[in-house]
């Protein structure tokens, strides 16, 4: 099995500035080994092969455990889509399995119910492995879930997320409640269930807020 050519084939097949995961380099190589006595040596060779390829140019690695291939433009080197490199590793993987959800100012901006424009995003995810964490390279605030999140959940646990609004932003629509059904509706959200992660994830101050939209 000639590993190189291996890693080659597959970081050729991603366009340049798209995230590359280490990990997921590592698991396509030892699906492709099948004795399982020479995986720990085929990991380190990887990890020699990617090295070889950074110091030659062929990829580049500004995120610990991530590559990509840069584009050369007239203007110069593009760095790595890092719009790609947060919604793959905080959001949504390659296969659509959801691991998080965008809170806080960004989506209380988005939804409209704030002019306010934050410089930093707030993310609950599975990728999450303490209370909380900031990630400097891609100015994000991380945040631990109370329950996994999932694609059957994460709307969910959005909308309850926005209802309780722990850091307390300034809503300055007028027509919030209209906004907050509004969301419902879009999203196909049962009352039922809502209530039912409400509980799940302690939140009280989400009952007051249902009655009001439900009148």
């Known amino acids: 099995m000639n590993i190189c050519k291996l890693v080659l084939e597959y970081i050729e097949q991603y366009p340049e500035d798209e995230p590359i995961f280490i990990e997921d380099i ?3 190589i030892i699906q492709k080994c099948e004795d399982e006595t020479k995986q720990e040596n085929v990991l380190k060779n990887i990890n020699v092969i990617l090295n070889r390829l950074k110091n030659e140019g062929i990829i580049k690695a500004e995120y610990k455990g991530v590559y ?3 584009i050369i433009t007239m203007f110069g080197e593009m760095g790595l889509d890092k719009k790609k490199l947060m919604q793959l590793k905080y959001l949504e993987d390659r296969e659509g399995n959801i691991k998080g959800y965008i809170v806080g ?3 209380f901006n988005k939804l409209g119910l704030t002019t306010l424009v934050p410089n930093v995003t707030d993310i609950v995810t599975n990728e999450c492995k303490y209370h909380k964490q900031y ?3 891609l100015r994000a605030y991380i945040t631990k879930p109370k329950i996994e999140i999932t694609n059957e959940n994460y709307r969910y646990l959005q ?3 926005i209802l309780v609004n722990k850091d307390n932003i300034n809503i300055e629509a007028q027509n919030e409640n209209e906004i907050l059904y509004s969301i419902i509706e879009e999203c196909d959200l ?3 269930k809502i ?3 409400a509980r799940e994830t302690n939140n009280k101050k989400v009952m007051d807020k249902l009655f009001v939209l439900a009148r």
């Open 26 to 28: 590592k698991m396509h």
């Open 68 to 70: 990509y291939k840069p």
């Open 105 to 107: 100012a960004k989506l």
């Open 135 to 137: 990630d400097k390279k």
């Open 159 to 161: 909308f309850i997320d």
């Open 190 to 192: 049962k009352f039922e």
């Open 195 to 197: 209530i039912k992660y």
